[in-house]
């Protein structure tokens, strides 16, 4: 089910400040289109939803709140370039929910100094900063993770990214984290509202993270290469030959290793 967490508004209503989980890098994307891309990611605190199988509890669970740091955009982009000694690099926005959070003057600053930005988000809340993205990765929750979708509110996160029919606009894809069948209906389903998005689809990490995690130890491997290999079969069965089928990868190489 959504989670309808009172802290939410608050968070939200900040005019200049961005509540951050971690930041961390440069390590590589390791799942959606942007796979093997050299990345720093920016980690915000707090979501709208509750997934079943959330990986990332710690920034997700109000229980955690604490440990979210409320940070002007200027500190947050200081603390990549201590990271990148300066280099611009490819800022992965990723949370929790990241559109929670205000981070439009953030893409402006970083986007001054050579830096680019990616996000990814359930669809659940739209911003008018979306059409400054680089990248904007839309990711429905299908049915297995015990959410809510609101089709509309994807539209609108389309829609604000597309803003007055912006050529110049995010490169925009939708992705899904696939279980099991009624899950693969559900990626049809959506899909088949937008057409002309890209679409890529990636197995489940079932292995729920715990909050502080050290690593692959208790990680389903073997489950979710069989899902992987699951997977494929059923989007070339189906003859989904417009759609990408890619890994966790970065599950497979650290578990649910933080920091990486």
């Not at 309808?4 to 209503?13: G, K, N, Q, R, T």
């Not at 669809?123 to 429905?140: C, E, M, Q, V």
Request: charge should be negative.
């Amino acid at each position: 089910m959504s989670v309808h967490d009172p802290h939410l508004a608050e968070m939200s209503s900040s005019k200049d400040k961005i509540r951050i989980s971690e930041i961390f890098g440069p390590t590589v994307q390791g799942e959606g289109m942007l796979i093997g891309m050299p990345t720093v990611f920016v980690r915000t605190g707090g979501c709208d939803y509750r997934c079943a199988w959330c990986d990332t509890l710690y920034a997700v669970d109000p229980a955690f709140r604490a440990d979210w740091i409320p940070m002007r955009p200027e500190a947050v982009l200081d603390e990549v370039k201590k990271l990148t000694g300066g280099a611009p690099i490819l800022i992965t926005l990723s949370g929790g929910n990241p559109a929670i959070q205000p981070l439009g003057r953030l893409i402006e600053l970083g986007q001054k100094e050579g830096f680019s930005f990616a996000i990814e988000t359930q669809g659940s809340i739209a911003r008018d900063w979306f059409a400054d993205l680089n990248y904007l990765t839309l990711s429905p929750k299908p049915p297995s993770a015990s959410t809510r979708f609101d089709a509309d509110a994807l539209k609108a996160c389309i829609d604000a990214a597309q803003a007055d029919g912006l050529l110049s606009g995010p490169a925009i894809t939708l992705k899904f984290p696939i279980r099991d069948d009624a899950d693969l209906m559900f990626a049809d389903h959506v899909r088949k509202l937008h057409t002309g998005i890209p679409v890529c689809v990636q197995p489940v990490n079932t292995t729920p993270a715990a909050p502080h995690p050290d690593g692959a130890d208790g990680v389903d491997l073997d489950g979710l290469t069989a899902r992987y290999r699951w997977l494929v079969d059923e989007v070339a069965k189906r003859k989904w030959f417009d759609v990408r089928v890619l890994p966790q990868w970065h599950v497979h190489v650290w578990g649910n290793l933080r920091g990486v």
